[in-house]
Each structure stands twice: as structure tokens, then as C-alpha cells.
């Protein structure tokens, strides 16, 4: 569907000649002399590139709809992850690659949100923070209590947070998804 300067809103996605594009800011501008023109801060969805670009006023373009499909990780084949449609109950396989980061703290189980261009999965949202259990750290040291001193920790999934020194193998951590930082322990 093609829409118009006069359209624009933030977070309305686009798909122009150099890639898929969603709109972070606008200004619509109207100078002394000239025609008016749109200033634009677009993030292209599938690397995460911030570029700025100006369009005519009136101008149109193409508008990408991405869809945003809950989904329940069910469990690794290989190198692939497997997850289940909450809506169709169909499955879908989709390669470490097509995640990016996020899958580092996938655990079967646990929800994501897949965002689809077509049959492209161009995005993946995770909750804010995601309950994981220390495969592998060096212990603690008696004695060894230096305030906000951390260790290396290997999490289930192979993501290596960096935690407190007092963090045992087997403790299961809330890690935040977006900077893969230690919150805290986790209860239960």
C-alpha cells in the first residue's frame, strides 16, 4: 500500500529501494522559499542503522507491514530453534542467525515475539529480563567480598554474564535482555 509524506507517523514501517525502514522521527518543514519537504529518522529494521533522509512533501512510498506473531520457543534442533504459533499452533523453524542476540536467552518454554515481513523474520522482541540457571563459574573465594567485584558466569544457553562473586553454579539469575547485565537472584 503506498502512502504519502502527509501519512507519516513514528513507528510506521516503510519499504524503500535501499531496505525495510521504520520511522523513528519526522518533522514536516516548510521553508521561506521552496517547496516544503518531510525530515526523517528511519532505523532499517533488519541491521539496526540509524540513517536520516528527506523526502518531498507529497511524495510516496511503499508502507511495509510487519507482523508481530507470538510465539512460544519450544526447543533446539541442531543449530535451529523450533517455535510454536500461541495463535495457529503451527511450527516454525528459525536458524540462530535470524535472531541475532535474542538467542542467547532463549529457554524452551519462554515466549518471544517474532516480527514477520512476509515469511522474513526481520526482528524479535523478548521480555525485559528472562530467569536463567549458571551452567559453569569459578567459585567464590572465603573471604573474598570486594563490593561490586564481578566473575565470569556461563548461563545455560551459553550467554557468559558477568555477576557477583558470591553466584554459585546452579543458581538460577534474572538477566536483563536488552544489555545482558545480572539483576538478581532469582526466586524459586
Do not use: C, W
Not at 540509524?50 to 508502507?63: D, L, P, Q, Y
Request: aromatic share 8%; no cysteine.
Amino acid at each position: 500500500m503506498a502512502i504519502s509524506t502527509s501519512d507519516f507517523k513514528n513507528g510506521i514501517s516503510l519499504d524503500l529501494d535501499d531496505g525495510l525502514f521504520q520511522i523513528s522521527e519526522f518533522q514536516h518543514v516548510k521553508p521561506g522559499k521552496g517547496g516544503a519537504f518531510v525530515r526523517t529518522t528511519l532505523r532499517n529494521v533488519r541491521t539496526g542503522a540509524v540513517i536520516e533522509r528527506t523526502f518531498r512533501a507529497g511524495e510516496k512510498m511503499e508502507r511495509a507491514f510487519i507482523d508481530k506473531r507470538e510465539m512460544q520457543y519450544l526447543y533446539a534442533d541442531g543449530n535451529d530453534f523450533v517455535f510454536m504459533d500461541n495463535e495457529t499452533y503451527e511450527q516454525l523453524q528459525v536458524t540462530r542467525h535470524q535472531l541475532g542476540a535474542a538467542s542467547d536467552y532463549l529457554v524452551e518454554g519462554n515466549g518471544a515475539v517474532l516480527q514477520m515481513y512476509g515469511t522474513e523474520i526481520v526482528g524479535t522482541e523478548l521480555p525485559a529480563s528472562v530467569i536463567l540457571t549458571v551452567a559453569q563459574t569459578e567459585p567464590g573465594l572465603q573471604g573474598d567480598r570486594v563490593s561490586g567485584a564481578r566473575k565470569a558466569a556461563t548461563m545455560e544457553t551459553g550467554v557468559v554474564v558477568q555477576v557477583p562473586l558470591f553466584i554459585e553454579t546452579g543458581e538460577r539469575l534474572k538477566v536483563d535482555t536488552r544489555n545482558g547485565e545480572y539483576i538478581e537472584r532469582a526466586n524459586g
